[in-house]
């Protein structure tokens, strides 16, 4: 019995041997990839900013400015290749007095590569409604799963171009520890207008009439990511927003603010990638350690009952003389030793006379007759 047990042991053991490569090779590629169907709000919050009321068509300063952005993902955006996300995103930028009055909305769709968060153009990626745009890089996403110390090319929505995202450090966040990157957008031209502004707006003489302009933008962006799962998890983006003559001599900033991940939501993006990161390990760490711990147990013990002797077998019980087998007989004490016989006496060589029976014995023997023969 115990050899049979042993064989299937052994089947066991190399069968969580064979399971613990498969699920760190194979399945983890299946399971590290980012979502399709991600839902995602998060609040910045920058204060002491300023901007110019077009409604009031006038400059507020020392106000509070509020960005709230919505990530969705489009899960038919894709048309059936799974191996795309399709996300969209959108950013309303207002005061935190007027909340029904943005200062600036923006939105953009991307299509990235669910494994290595790299940008791809199809799936009617757009940025403010503008599909001509090409994208590079990556975008919301750091590599999945596999963010190091180096630089990584950034796809900035707002100037339409890629530019360099630079390690710069190791910090914690709410107890998790990050990477920090710093992303610098220079002054860029992101749009002509067909407006005119008067001169005094712009800083030029009264004489110097209304001026044609065009809208530029410069950012100095900061994001904390978390290294496991290549989610970030805070972002500070200093922004400036301006219009400008084409010469440059007369210019006019329409918003600067210093938005920051407001705590709450930093709190909820650190849980959001422990989450995820506990997911990762699972598939990469810990279940292949625990197949192969148990594979090279059950190896051991199925081959030590596999190679352990045979037990004889156990022997026919006698037949009695019945016809039955076994003896019934209930064991007893053992049965002391016989003693040793004594010797024969030696016959004495002198002849004994011969005694006769008394006279009464002999009376009753003839009365009685002979005895019957049997």
């Avoid at 440059?248 to 939501?265: E, F, N, P, R």
């Amino acid at each position: 019995m115990r050899r049979p047990v042993g064989l299937v042991l052994i089947g066991l053991g190399a069968f969580f041997l064979t399971l613990a490569p498969l699920v760190r090779f194979y399945v983890a590629d299946q399971v590290v990839v980012a979502p399709l169907n991600r839902y995602q709000v998060t609040s910045l919050e920058s204060k002491d900013s300023t901007y110019f009321d077009e409604a009031e068509r006038k400059f507020k300063s020392g106000v509070t400015l509020l960005a709230r952005n919505t990530v969705r993902g489009d899960v038919r955006a894709n048309e059936g290749n799974d191996k795309i996300a399709v996300w969209d995103s959108t950013t309303n930028i207002y005061n935190q007095d007027k909340p029904d009055k943005p200062v600036q909305m923006q939105g953009f769709r991307i299509a990235f590569d669910r494994r290595t968060g790299a940008l791809t153009n199809c799936c009617g990626t757009n940025v403010d409604g503008d599909n001509g745009v090409r994208m590079s890089g990556y975008g919301l996403l750091f590599p999945v799963a596999n963010v190091h110390k180096r630089d990584y090319p950034f796809f900035d929505m707002t100037t339409k171009q890629t530019a360099p995202m630079q390690f710069n450090a190791v910090e914690k966040v709410h107890g998790l520890t990050t990477y920090r990157f710093t992303q610098t957008i220079p002054l860029t031209k992101t749009a002509a207008l067909d407006a005119k502004l008067p001169p005094k707006m712009l800083g030029l003489p009264d004489d110097a009439g209304d001026q044609k302009v065009d809208r530029y933008a410069e950012a100095y962006n900061t994001v904390w990511v978390d290294p496991r799962t290549g989610i970030p998890v805070k972002h500070r983006q200093n922004i400036r927003s301006s219009v400008r003559t084409a010469d440059g001599k007369g210019s006019m900033i329409v918003a600067q603010a210093d938005l920051i991940t407001v705590d709450k939501d930093q709190k909820a993006l650190v849980d959001m990638a422990n989450g995820e990161a506990l997911k990762i390990d699972m598939v990469r760490s810990y279940i292949p350690a625990a197949g192969v711990l148990l594979g090279l147990v059950l190896l051991f013990v199925g081959g030590y009952l596999g190679m352990a002797r045979r037990e004889p077998p156990p022997l026919a019980a006698p037949r009695r003389p019945d016809g039955k087998f076994g003896d019934m007989t209930p064991p007893g004490p053992p049965k002391p030793p016989a003693p040793p016989a004594a010797p024969a006496a030696q016959a004495d060589p002198t002849p004994q006379p011969r005694r006769t029976p008394p006279t009464s014995q002999r009376r009753q023997r003839k009365a009685a007759g002979p005895a019957k023969r049997r």
